[in-house]
């Protein structure tokens, strides 16, 4: 077996990265498991990074580890280039670990790794590993398509992403265990000076409008920005992404029903919809704010949401459909 590489963004979660690769590295060093480690050093570092691991020769198996947030497991996922060689495993860092608390991944570094040696020793024996779709975001003027594991969207979401990418507010909260305050203060503020956009959705099954639209995400997982289910039955299994949006009612209105959104009950209420497709594109009458995973993409009038089905083998114990609420 090849030696484990793995990722390390030591600067995850304000500390907590620093704190659990070292305890990684002393269970590594104790269970006697051969590893390289790679520490990021700038933005977008993680991706080439990935690039490099995985045009590795031969047919063996690449197992591949990120130590880490939300922001390195998207650059890792948009590095990799083959997806048929890698075994794709987390030990997460971050502040909010939306793609592990989604997959209900061990937040313990103990189980983490636990749990990643038993699914290499599996697929050692040939016994098939956890599967999951990723999704992927195209847009006019982007120079190749970006890949997001939990989700990808348009307007409020993705504003607040980009504020609290540079949020000092953010960086005093998560000091204190508090990072999704950050989320809930920037959409607060976001959603009253935000311009909406009227939007056409085509699917292959036909179209719909979205007049006077507030936010367009299209989930693989259900929940995103700290745990918020913007598509509470979005599935990894099923091949499918979940278009969640708000439009053609008044931001004051959508500031009292957020709670409703919070608690995962905006299925059936006026201005709140969600679609289940293969694959999305919308054309926006002006731009508004794209992000993929949290990270900043761009500000668009097109974008083309695709499903990639079963496209990453996970080392991670499966017990059913673990992605659904």
């Not at 305890?23 to 590594?28: A, D, I, N, S, V």
């Not at 793609?99 to 189980?111: A, S, T």
Request: with cysteine; hydrophobic share 40%; aromatic share 8%.
């Amino acid at each position: 077996m090849r030696r484990i590489q793995i990722i390390v963004n030591n600067g995850a979660g304000t500390g907590r990265a620093h704190r659990v690769w070292n305890e990684t590295q002393c269970l590594l060093r104790g269970y006697k498991i051969k590893y390289e480690a790679h520490m990021t050093r700038y933005e977008g570092h993680a991706a080439k990074l990935a690039e490099q691991i995985s045009r590795v020769k031969g047919e063996e198996p690449v197992y591949l580890l990120v130590v880490g947030g939300d922001g390195t497991i998207n650059e890792v996922l948009n590095g990799i280039t083959d997806f048929d060689k890698v075994r794709f495993g987390v030990i997460p860092t971050g502040s909010g670990n939306d793609f592990g608390r989604n997959l209900k991944l061990p937040k313990i570094p103990k189980e983490s790794l636990r749990e990643i040696c038993a699914c290499i020793r599996k697929d050692q024996r040939g016994e098939a590993l956890y599967r999951i779709d990723l999704g992927q975001v195209s847009w006019e003027g982007c120079e190749k398509p970006r890949i997001f594991g939990i989700s990808s969207g348009l307007g409020l979401d993705a504003l607040v992403c980009k504020k609290a990418l540079h949020s000092r507010l953010k960086q005093v909260l998560n000091r204190f265990h508090l990072g999704k305050l950050t989320y809930l203060a920037l959409t607060v503020q976001s959603l009253f000076t935000m311009e909406t956009a009227n939007a056409k959705v085509v699917t292959e099954h036909g179209g719909y409008i979205l007049p006077k639209m507030i936010f367009a995400a299209a989930m693989n997982l259900p929940a995103e920005g700290g745990g918020v289910p913007m598509a509470p039955h979005a599935s990894v299994q099923d091949g499918l992404l979940s278009l969640g949006s708000a439009s053609g009612i008044a931001k004051w209105q959508t500031f009292f029903l957020l709670p409703f959104l919070v608690a995962a009950k905006q299925e059936h209420i006026n201005g709140f919809t969600i679609r289940n497709e293969k694959g999305f594109r919308l054309i926006l009458d002006k731009p508004m704010v794209l992000h993929a995973d949290g990270e900043y993409c761009a500000d668009v009038t097109r974008v083309e949401f695709r499903c990639l089905e079963k496209k990453l083998w996970l080392l991670h114990e499966q017990k059913g459909d673990q992605s659904k609420t």
